[in-house]
C-alpha cells in the first residue's frame, strides 16, 4: 500500500493525474461500478469451472460401474489431467501441462478399453470423456482469450487506483488548508508557468537574462526538468551563444527517480542537430581517475558484456550503442592497478571460532591492504543495498572481536553508523519523550525502553523484572512526565538531555545529540511543535536522518553503488555481484496505459490504469510497454555495475558467487564468461586501451573450476604526505 503510495511522486503519474482529477469526478460510482463487473467476470469462469468439473467428477464412478478403475484402465496421463482439473480454481490457468485433445483421449480411451468392453459401453464412456474435454477446453479458452487477460491485467492493480486518488484528493485539501506546495511539485509548476511562452517572456518575469547554461551530470535528468530548460537553452542557441552540456547516459542509474538516459543520446541531438559532441573517441575520453590496469579491464568488460548483452535489449535502448565510447585512454600510463575477480561458494561461511559469518572474505582482504601500506579511509565496500551493507559492518565487528592481541581493529563508516536515529542517547531521549507524550500507565514500553537504556549492565529479563518492581525507577519517571508537560520541545530535548544521560555518554555521543538538537529546532519551524506530532514525523522521517562524516575520519567507508556516483577510492571492494541483469520474478514495478477496449468490461475502465511489468503483458497491446521497461532494466542493471567498478583508482576487488547453469543472465556468470581465456571466445583481442584475456591470470581449483581472475599486479602503497595535494577529477 506504501509503495503504490509513492507512486504518486513519479512523473508519468503527474503527467496523466488532470485526466484521472476528471474522470473520477465524473465517476463518483466507480468501486461499485467496478466490483458489479468484477462479480460478472467472476460469474462467467464459474459457471464454466463449474460445468467442467461436474463432467470431470462423474468420469470415476462411471469408469468404476463397468468394473474400471480409471487411473489404471484409462492410461495414467489422462486421469493426472483429470486430477488437476478437480484441484483446480476459476481462476487458475494451468499452462505447463499440455491438455489432451479429445481426438488424440478418445484414441487413448479406445485403445486402453476395446478388448474389454462392447461397444456400446465404450461409446458411452467416450463420449463422457470427450464431454468433460470439450467443457474444459472451453473453460481454457476464455481463460487465455485476449479479452480476459487483459482484464486479469487491470484488475490486479485496479483496487489500488481508488486508495491513489483518495490520497491525492486528501493530499490537495491539506495543502490547500496549509497553503503549502509540496517541492516535489516545482518542476511542474515551473512548466505550467512556461507552458508555450518563448524565453524572452520568462527573462521578463526573472527581471535578468542568461546568456550561457552549463548543465552538468544530465544523464540524470528528467523529461519534465528538460522541458523546463529547454526552451531557455534553445533561445541562447538562437542568439549564437555557447551552451554546454556534459553527461554519460552509462552512468545514468536514477530511472527510480525519474531520469532518462535518452535525453543525451537521442532527444537532444534531434532538438540541436548543429551540436557538437565530444568524449566520443578515446582520445577525447581520458580517464584521469583509474590507474592504467584498472581502466584497460574496464574497457574490456564492459564493451564486451554490452556486446554479450545486445540480443537481449528490445531495440528502444540499444546497450551496444550505448557503451559504443566506453573505451578511455588512462592518464596514468604506467604499468599500475590491480583488478582480482574472486569466486565463491557462498557469500557466508565459518570463521576460524567456527561462527557463521557473512562475507567473511571482508575483513582478512582489508587487513591485507592495510599491511601494503593502505589507510582505512583509502577502502570502501560498495553494495547493492542498505542491507548488504549491514551485512559488511557485521562481518568487520565479528572480524574485530577475534583479532590477536595489540592488533588495531578496523573501523567503519556508514551512512548507518552516521544515522541519528540509530544513537543510544537519541533513542533514550525519544523513548523519554514517548513516556511524557503517553503517560507512564498508557506508556509503558516507552517506559520499558527508557528504563533498558538507563540500565545497560542488565539483560533483557532483568530489565523485564526489575522496572516492574523498581518502584523508585517508577516514580521518577512519572515525576519526570508530570514535570514536563508544558516544556517547550527544544528545552524539553536539551533537559532530557542533561537529565537522562550520563556525562560519559553526552560526551561520546555528542555530536548526534548536537544534531537531534538542531531536528528539534529545524522541524519546530515549520511543524506543530507538540510531542505526539513531532514522535510521528520521527517515526516516518526523522530518525533516517544522518550526520555528516568528518573528512578526517580513518576507517573504511561502507555505502551503496548509488551514493558512490562520482566518487573516488585507491581500494574498492564489491562483496556481492550476482544480481540479475534482466527483470526476475522479485521485481515488480508499474506503469500507467490506456486501457484496450478488447478487454472485458472494458466499460467501466478509467482512462489510464497501473499494470505490472511482468511477461503477462507479452503479445498484448502492451508489449511494447513491456520490451521498453526490460530494455530500462537492462541498461540500469550494467549502468551500476559500471559505476561502482570505475570508481577504484589503484585496486579493484570483487566476489561473485561460483555461477552455475541455473545462473544465466546474472552479473557473475558474464565475469566468468567473458574473463575466464578459456571461455570468452577471443574478444578483445588487439584494441588498443583494451585488456586482452590472454593476460589475465586464471588460478583454478583442484577439480579445475576457475577460483580467481586477476589483471595486474598488487603493490605497495606510499600515502601521500602532508606536503602532496591530490587532484581528483571526475571523469563523465
Known amino acids: 500500500i506504501i509503495g503504490s503510495i509513492k507512486r504518486l511522486e513519479s512523473e508519468d503519474f503527474k503527467q496523466i493525474r488532470e485526466d484521472l482529477d476528471i474522470w473520477a469526478g465524473e465517476h463518483p460510482d466507480f468501486g461499485r461500478a467496478y466490483g458489479e463487473a468484477a462479480r460478472r467476470v467472476e460469474a462467467r469462469l464459474k459457471k464454466l469451472h463449474t460445468e467442467m468439473l461436474g463432467a470431470m467428477r462423474a468420469l470415476p464412478p462411471l469408469f468404476a460401474a463397468q468394473g474400471l478403475d480409471i487411473e489404471k484402465d484409462s492410461r495414467g496421463y489422462m486421469w493426472s489431467q483429470v486430477k488437476k482439473a478437480l484441484s483446480s480454481r476459476p481462476t487458475d490457468l494451468d499452462t505447463k501441462t499440455k491438455w489432451l485433445t479429445w481426438d488424440s483421449g478418445q484414441e487413448a480411451v479406445k485403445a486402453a478399453l476395446a478388448k474389454k468392453l462392447p461397444d456400446a459401453t465404450l461409446g458411452e464412456l467416450r463420449e463422457a470423456v470427450a464431454g468433460a474435454y470439450a467443457l474444459h477446453e472451453a473453460w481454457r479458452e476464455e481463460l487465455m482469450s485476449p479479452a480476459y487477460r487483459l482484464w486479469s491485467i487491470y484488475d490486479r492493480l485496479l483496487p489500488f487506483l481508488g486508495l491513489i486518488m483518495e490520497v491525492r484528493k486528501k493530499t490537495s485539501e491539506y495543502l490547500e488548508t496549509t497553503n503549502s506546495v509540496q517541492i516535489g511539485e516545482t518542476n511542474s509548476i515551473l512548466r505550467r508557468i512556461i507552458g508555450d511562452d518563448d524565453a524572452p517572456f520568462i527573462y521578463e518575469r526573472l527581471g535578468s537574462r542568461i546568456n550561457h ?4 551530470e544530465f544523464q540524470d535528468t528528467s523529461r519534465l526538468q528538460w522541458e523546463v530548460l529547454h526552451p531557455l537553452v534553445a533561445e541562447s542557441m538562437g542568439r549564437g551563444q555557447d551552451n554546454l552540456i556534459i553527461g554519460d547516459a552509462k552512468q545514468s542509474i536514477y530511472r527510480f527517480r525519474n531520469a532518462e538516459p535518452e535525453l543525451i543520446t537521442t532527444t537532444v541531438p534531434r532538438q540541436f542537430p548543429g551540436h557538437h559532441a565530444a568524449g566520443l573517441t578515446p582520445e577525447e ?45 588512462p592518464h596514468h600510463t604506467d604499468d599500475r592497478g590491480y583488478v582480482e575477480i574472486d569466486f565463491v ?27 601494503r601500506g593502505y589507510r582505512m579511509r583509502d577502502v570502501a565496500v560498495l553494495v547493492r ?46 523513548n523519554a519523550l514517548r513516556t511524557i507524550n503517553t503517560g507512564m500507565e498508557t506508556g509503558g514500553t516507552a517506559g520499558l525502553a527508557y528504563y533498558s537504556m538507563r540500565h545497560p ?5 532483568e530489565h523485564v523484572a526489575r522496572y516492574e518492581t523498581d518502584t523508585e525507577a517508577g516514580e521518577a519517571l512519572a515525576s519526570m512526565a508530570s514535570d514536563m508537560q508544558t516544556v517547550a520541545l527544544p528545552a524539553l530535548v536539551e533537559a532530557l538531555a542533561e537529565r537522562c544521560l550520563s556525562p560519559a555518554a553526552a560526551s561520546s555521543e555528542a555530536i548526534y545529540l548536537a544534531a537531534f538538537q538542531d531536528l528539534v529546532t529545524e522541524y519546530c519551524e515549520g511543524h506543530s511543535t507538540d510531542i505526539g506530532s513531532f514522535l510521528e514525523w520521527w517515526d516516518t522521517r526523522g530518525k533516517n536522518k544522518a550526520v555528516s562524516s568528518p573528512e578526517t575520519t580513518d576507517a573504511v567507508q561502507v555505502m551503496t553503488i548509488h551514493k558512490s556516483k562520482g566518487l573516488e577510492f585507491p581500494c574498492v571492494i564489491i562483496p556481492k555481484a550476482d544480481s540479475e541483469l534482466l527483470p526476475g520474478k522479485n521485481k515488480e514495478e508499474w506503469a500507467w496505459v490506456r486501457p484496450s477496449q478488447e478487454s472485458l468490461e472494458s466499460g467501466v475502465l478509467p482512462p489510464w ?17 513491456l520490451r521498453r521497461y526490460v530494455d530500462a532494466y537492462l541498461m540500469d542493471s550494467v549502468n551500476t555495475y559500471y559505476v561502482a567498478f570505475t570508481r577504484a583508482v589503484d585496486e579493484l576487488h570483487v566476489y561473485a ?47 579445475g573450476e576457475v577460483a580467481s581472475i586477476s589483471y595486474g599486479l598488487p603493490s605497495r602503497h ?6 602532496e595535494t591530490r587532484h581528483f577529477i571526475i571523469d563523465r
Open 213 to 216: 547554461y552549463l548543465i552538468d
Open 285 to 329: 575520453n581520458t580517464n584521469w581517475r583509474s590507474r592504467r590496469r584498472i581502466v584497460e579491464f574496464n574497457n574490456y568488460f564492459f564493451k564486451a558484456l554490452s556486446e554479450e548483452m545486445h540480443g537481449a535489449d528490445s531495440g528502444y535502448i540499444n546497450l551496444r550503442e550505448l557503451y559504443g565510447n566506453v573505451v578511455q585512454r
Open 345 to 371: 561458494e557462498g557469500y557466508s561461511g565459518d570463521n576460524d571460532e567456527g561462527e557463521s559469518v557473512p562475507f567473511p572474505y571482508i575483513g582478512p582482504k582489508i587487513r591485507e591492504m592495510l599491511e
Open 385 to 430: 543495498t542498505n542491507d548488504d551493507g549491514q551485512m559488511v559492518i557485521n562481518s568487520i565487528n565479528i572480524y574485530n572481536l577475534h583479532l590477536p592481541e595489540g592488533e588495531s581493529p578496523i573501523e567503519v563508516v556508514s551512512e548507518e553508523s552516521l544515522r541519528i536515529g540509530g544513537s543510544p542517547a537519541v533513542v533514550m531521549i525519544v
Open 457 to 461: 549492565e542488565m539483560d533483557p529479563a
Open 609 to 625: 490504469v497501473p499494470v505490472v511489468l511482468d511477461t503477462n503483458l507479452a503479445d498484448t497491446p502492451h508489449d511494447a510497454t
Open 657 to 703: 558467487k561460483r555461477p552455475t547453469s541455473r545462473d544465466e543472465g546474472r552479473i557473475s556468470q558474464e565475469l566468468m564468461k567473458l574473463c575466464d581465456p578459456e571461455e570468452n571466445g577471443g574478444k578483445g583481442a588487439g584494441e588498443e586501451y583494451v585488456a586482452e584475456p590472454g593476460d589475465f591470470k586464471v588460478t583454478r581449483t583442484g577439480d
Open 718 to 723: 606510499e600515502a601521500p604526505t602532508a606536503r
